[in-house]
């Protein structure tokens, strides 16, 4: 096909191409390519004015000059929408970052999907995980958006393994990795663990790396979004869609927004952050046919949870997942704040009275226990009563008892991994609480699955 010139470049600047169009046959979201030096730089339609239009630029700008000619491609930004996604890496572009190779090419435009009202599914059932501390403190319904939240050093990775392979073996599901601003080394990092632990092939991954400018890290989310969508539409599966991290890409919109002009909010955020926010989670949704449920990590300025961003993103999510290194310095893995993890899933009609009165009560002890520890380190642990003294040795045979080998650690704890049915936790934990398993060593329940009587379950 002949290639269109329909204008050329007026002004450069790193992140905004201005072109006057000869040609008025350009919209939003198209792509627009020059030529400079035997290299084809290309560039995404933001914000036309008449014959003037701005443009994101994909690539470097360098040695870009005004006067260049400006081609518009035949399609906009795609990425490969088939069974060849698995197991492959890709830039926000939906070009190949590994040495893979791609046989049949079939691709779909990134902004093509949009559910319907009708097509979404409220009633998508629960997302059993496995996990103990997650499937107790923060069972998900298929469709949630999780916000995951921790810093470096907590377990973050090794739990997002955990889920991929859990849910694979569970549900036959693939699961999809985005990470918007992530370092290449995490990035690579992150390759090599999951290509160790036998998971690479399970799932999508597209990186958006820091070192790249604005676009690919806005980019990125919307490309794993593409796969994702593949396989809940196409392949009919329950698939996990982690982002890593999400608040990076409201950063990315807001340069962007930035370097058009357009006047910011508090904190320099833009005033189109709550529309930009819900361009990608109302993409986040169940099915008749299946369902994405997303894993979010948050990364929180200066630790300040009321940021407009974090506020904005929060909103949407149906719960968290907090990692705290408290826990983690005690050795209790999965390292996970039971005060902070939430999900709208605790509720009586939802989880059931059982459940939920099982989730009340050790949340009461967990409390009691935070208040005996500080008396204690006082007085001593004899002056506590009879009843506080259950609620201490018991509180700390459910903080083991939250503990679980993992799949994906087998290799370096010498323990087998054990998915952990949501009957036999509660099962558990009744009879923790009851006082069935006063007089058991606390260390008997550290890192097993389920508990049968006064052993461990082999």
């Not at 958006?145 to 073996?169: D, F, P, Q, S, W």
């Not at 690479?200 to 990186?207: N, W």
């Not at 329950?238 to 608040?247: E, G, R």
């Not at 036999?424 to 097993?448: Q, R, T, Y």
Request: hydrophobic fraction near 40%.
């Amino acid at each position: 096909m002949a290639e269109v010139c329909v204008g050329k470049i007026i002004s450069v600047s790193e992140l905004n191409i201005t072109v006057l169009l000869t040609e008025n046959k350009v919209k939003i979201r198209d792509i627009l390519y020059v030529y400079n030096k035997g290299q084809k730089i290309e560039f995404e339609v933001a914000e036309e004015d008449g014959e003037v239009i701005s443009a994101i630029p994909f690539q470097s700008v360098i040695g870009l000059k005004k006067g260049l000619d400006v081609f518009k491609a035949e399609k906009g930004l795609e990425i490969q929408y088939n069974d060849e996604i698995l197991g492959k890496v890709f830039d926000s572009y939906g070009s190949l970052l590994d040495e893979n190779t791609i046989e049949e090419e079939k691709k779909r435009n990134v902004y093509a999907r949009n559910l319907s009202l009708e097509e979404i599914n409220l009633n998508g059932g629960i997302l059993w995980t496995g996990i103990k501390v997650l499937d107790f403190f923060a069972p998900m319904q298929k469709g949630f958006k999780m916000g995951l939240l921790g810093g470096a050093g907590v377990g973050k990775t090794v739990l997002i393994k955990e889920l991929i392979h859990n849910v694979y073996t569970g549900l036959n599901s693939n699961s999809v990795f985005v990470g918007v601003g992530e370092r290449s080394r995490e990035g690579k990092e992150l390759y090599d663990e999951m290509s160790e632990a036998g998971l690479l092939d399970k799932m999508a991954v597209v990186f958006g790396q820091m070192g790249e400018n604005s676009a690919a890290r806005s980019k990125a989310i919307f490309s794993g979004l593409t796969l994702a969508e593949y396989l809940r539409d196409e392949k009919n599966q329950d698939v996990l869609l982690f982002i890593d991290n999400i608040y990076r890409y409201v950063q990315a919109m807001s340069e962007i927004n930035a370097e058009l002009s357009r006047i910011p909010i508090e904190n320099g955020y833009p005033a189109n952050i709550a529309s930009a926010v819900s361009d990608v989670e109302e993409r986040i949704n169940s099915t008749e046919k299946g369902s994405i449920t997303s894993f979010q990590a948050i990364y929180i300025p200066a630790d300040d949870t009321t940021d407009q961003a974090v506020q904005t993103i929060t909103t949407h999510l149906d719960g968290q997942i907090v990692l705290d290194r408290k826990v983690a310095e005690k050795g209790l893995y999965p390292a996970v704040d039971v005060f902070n993890t939430t999900s709208k899933l605790i509720d009586i009609e939802k989880i059931g009275e059982r459940h939920y009165y099982l989730v009340e009560e050790v949340l009461r002890y967990y409390s009691r226990y935070r208040e005996l520890e500080e008396i204690i380190a006082v007085l001593g642990i004899e002056e506590l009563s009879a009843a506080d003294t259950n609620v201490f040795y018991r509180t700390r045979m459910l903080r083991n008892y939250f503990t679980q080998p993992m799949f994906v650690a087998e290799n370096y704890t010498g323990i087998k991994g054990e998915f952990v049915a949501i009957d036999d936790i509660l099962d558990d934990v009744e009879d923790i609480l009851s006082g069935k398993c006063d007089g058991v060593d606390e260390s008997n329940f550290l890192f097993i699955g389920k508990y049968h009587g006064n052993k461990k379950d082999k």
